[in-house]
């Protein structure tokens, strides 16, 4: 296992050394040269553009100043947002978290919904009901994320108006922000109405979760299906249910066990589409998360931010994927084993 974990390691090193000289690269891509990427519109004067040179090594080669760049993300010192001259570093924080609690939201429903549906697809393989569930796989991957997020705008909040179209919570309540997830702020304050604040941060976090949580389920629903017919089929299964075990028995006592690693493998690929999608729902509902903040620095050309936003989002969806690998690799000894592990 050590050695398996030690391989790992390395992997995400060389891997996110390798995304850190990536985004360093953007800051010469701009045409102009990274003064010019910097400072797009020529604002800043002689004084504040030395500073901006000696943060960023910019008199010296290209290798120095990406020395220069991997010592200030140690450091935390990534630079103020050219946008609302706020330090970038608290900028990541607070919007990573925000996006977290989205995905972290749309993750659990993936996974309520999805795994039972995709057992009852296996176990009722062939019949109306599996070809049912196919149809709604189907359909929730075939339609874009956004179609869905427009279209629970126009039934759920302009049609019935059972829930609001943005935001993260009413604007009547003022929650002090400590770590940045809004339900936990709720439940940390003192603030007089504190229910009411949750039920609208509940109401505000409905209809995006949804949108959001649709495609995973179904990926989820299809790849748990997949993996227990396959499951099915082994020698063992067949000589349990010679035994004359009943199917629950043999469902849970045999094929969820197994099923259990490669489940584990499966969140970690679900982190991409995960992020992306929420990404795109947090721009349509104005949810204040790394993706809203991502386009918004794109519009602004603000280069300083798109590096960080990128480079944060990247790193996330690899530890994520590394962190499952050593879940799946910890509970099922062939998996570590693996050749290409």
């Not at 709720?186 to 009411?196: G, H, K, Q, T, V």
């Not at 509940?202 to 959001?212: F, G, Q, S, W, Y």
């Not at 949580?213 to 249910?241: E, G, K, W």
């Not at 509902?285 to 603000?302: N, Q, T």
């Amino acid at each position: 296992m050590w050695r398996y974990f030690v391989r790992k390691l390395n992997l995400l090193v060389i891997t996110v050394l390798l995304l850190t000289l990536l985004s360093f690269w953007l800051l010469h891509l701009i045409p102009g040269g990274p003064m010019q990427a910097l400072d797009p519109q020529g604002t800043l004067n002689l004084l504040e553009q030395q500073k901006l040179r000696d943060l960023y090594g910019l008199d010296q080669g290209f290798w120095a100043q990406y020395w220069h760049y991997l010592n200030n993300i140690l450091d935390g010192n990534w630079g103020v947002s050219r946008v609302d001259q706020t330090p970038i570093s608290e900028k990541m924080v607070s919007t990573f978290l925000a996006t977290l609690q989205l995905t972290l939201a749309a993750m659990i429903i993936a996974i309520v919904v999805g795994v039972p549906l995709g057992i009852l697809s296996a176990v009722k393989y062939g019949s109306f009901l599996d070809r049912s569930i196919i149809g709604i796989n189907l359909i929730g991957q075939s339609v874009p994320i956004f179609w869905w997020a427009m279209m629970l705008i126009l039934i759920f909040a302009l049609g019935l108006q059972w829930f609001p179209i943005s935001g993260r919570i009413g604007l009547l309540f003022d929650v002090p922000e400590h770590t940045h997830i809004i339900l936990l702020d709720i439940f940390l304050s003192d603030i007089p109405a504190r229910d009411e604040a949750l039920m609208s941060a509940l109401r505000h976090l409905t209809l995006p979760t949804i949108a959001v949580a649709v495609m995973p389920t179904t990926l989820m629903a299809q790849f748990t299906r997949a993996s227990l017919l396959d499951i099915f089929d082994q020698n063992y299964i067949q000589a349990a249910r010679a035994k004359g075990l009943s199917s629950w028995h043999v469902l849970v006592r045999h094929a969820l066990p197994n099923f259990f690693s490669s489940f584990v493998r499966q969140l970690g690929a679900l982190a991409n589409p995960l992020l992306t999608g929420t990404m795109i729902v947090e721009v349509i509902f104005s949810w204040p998360g790394s993706g809203r903040w991502l386009i918004h620095s794109l519009l602004a050309r603000d280069v300083p931010s798109i590096q960080a936003c990128m480079l944060m989002i990247s790193v996330s969806v690899i530890c994520i994927s590394i962190f499952t690998d050593l879940i799946a690799a910890w509970s099922n000894p062939k998996e570590r084993n693996q050749p290409h592990g």
